[in-house]
C-alpha cells in the first residue's frame, strides 16, 4: 500500500530552535504613571535577592495595612500564612493553579498591562472562579532591560474597577468579570453575565505578546540580574500606588 513513490534525494533540510521561557516575576518595576495616578495597585518593593512580589501580594490583600503597606517587611512574619509548597521564587504563572490547590480559601487572577495597546489584559483566569473566600486579583508589569529581555514583577489590584475605568464611559463603581473583564453596573447584572460567561473559555493573552516579539524575549530569565540599582533611587510616592 502507498503511493508507489520513491525518494531519490534530499536537496535540503533546515531545523529552526527556540528557547523557551517560562513567564515568571520577582524585580521589581515601578508603576507606569498612568496606572499610579489610579491610585488602585500596592506595588510591593523587593530588593536584592528578595523575589517575593507575589507571595507579598496576597497578604497585601489578606492582612492589609494602614501604613507601609509597599514595604516587604510588612509581611515577611506572615509569610508563613500562605502554603506556598514547593513553588519556587521567582513564581511562574504555571505555578499558580499549584498555589490555589495548596491554599482551599484563595482564588487568584492575573491581568497584564500591554504597554504598546494601553489596555489591561487577562494573562492567568484561577481555576477556582467561585466559591472561595479569597480572591486577588494581580496585575503584571514589566520594564525592557537593555538586552532586550523583559523584566515581570507582582502586584495586587486593590480595586480593579478603577483599574479598567479608562475604558468605560460608566462613571460609577462596576462590577467585573474577571474571566473576559466585561463590566457590570449592578452585581445582579454581573452574576446573570457569568452564567453565560462560564459556558467559554476564559478571555486571555498568550505568550510572546507584539512587544516581547520586537524585544526577543518572551519571559524573564530566573537568573536576571536584580534591579536593585533602579529601587534605590526611587522615592515613596513611586512605590505607593494608594
Not at 516575576?25 to 499610579?36: E, H, I, S
Not at 466585561?182 to 460567561?197: D, G, Q, V
Request: charged share 25%; glycine share 4%.
Amino acid at each position: 500500500m502507498g503511493s508507489g513513490w520513491i525518494i531519490d534525494k534530499i536537496q535540503h533540510i533546515g531545523v529552526s530552535t527556540a528557547v523557551y521561557r517560562p513567564i515568571e516575576a520577582g524585580n521589581f518595576v515601578k508603576t507606569p504613571q498612568f496606572l499610579k495616578k489610579k491610585m488602585c495597585l500596592i506595588n510591593i518593593l523587593t530588593t536584592g535577592d528578595d523575589q517575593r512580589c507575589f507571595l507579598y501580594s496576597i497578604l497585601a490583600q489578606l492582612y492589609p495595612k494602614k501604613g507601609r503597606v509597599n514595604r516587604p517587611e510588612s509581611y515577611r512574619r506572615i509569610k508563613h500564612n500562605i502554603n506556598m509548597g514547593t513553588v519556587t521564587y521567582p513564581v511562574k504563572i504555571k505555578d499558580i493553579k499549584t498555589v490555589e490547590k495548596l491554599n482551599e480559601d484563595l482564588s487568584i487572577n492575573v491581568l497584564y498591562f500591554d504597554k504598546d495597546e494601553g489596555k489591561v489584559l487577562p494573562l492567568y483566569t484561577s481555576a477556582y472562579p467561585i466559591g472561595r473566600k479569597h480572591v486577588v486579583n494581580m496585575l503584571l508589569l514589566y520594564k525592557i532591560k537593555s538586552d532586550g529581555r523583559c523584566v515581570y514583577h507582582y502586584t495586587l489590584v486593590k480595586n480593579l474597577s478603577r483599574l479598567l475605568a479608562y475604558n468605560s464611559a460608566h462613571k460609577e463603581r462596576s462590577h467585573v468579570c474577571t474571566r473576559c473583564l466585561h463590566r457590570c453596573s449592578t452585581e445582579y447584572a454581573l452574576s446573570k453575565h457569568y452564567e453565560l460567561c462560564k459556558q467559554h473559555k476564559p478571555c486571555r493573552i498568550t505568550f510572546p505578546s507584539f512587544t516581547c516579539k520586537k524585544n526577543k524575549s518572551i519571559a524573564l530569565d530566573s537568573n536576571a540580574d536584580n534591579e536593585q540599582s533602579d529601587t534605590e533611587q526611587t522615592d515613596e510616592n513611586d512605590l505607593e500606588t494608594l
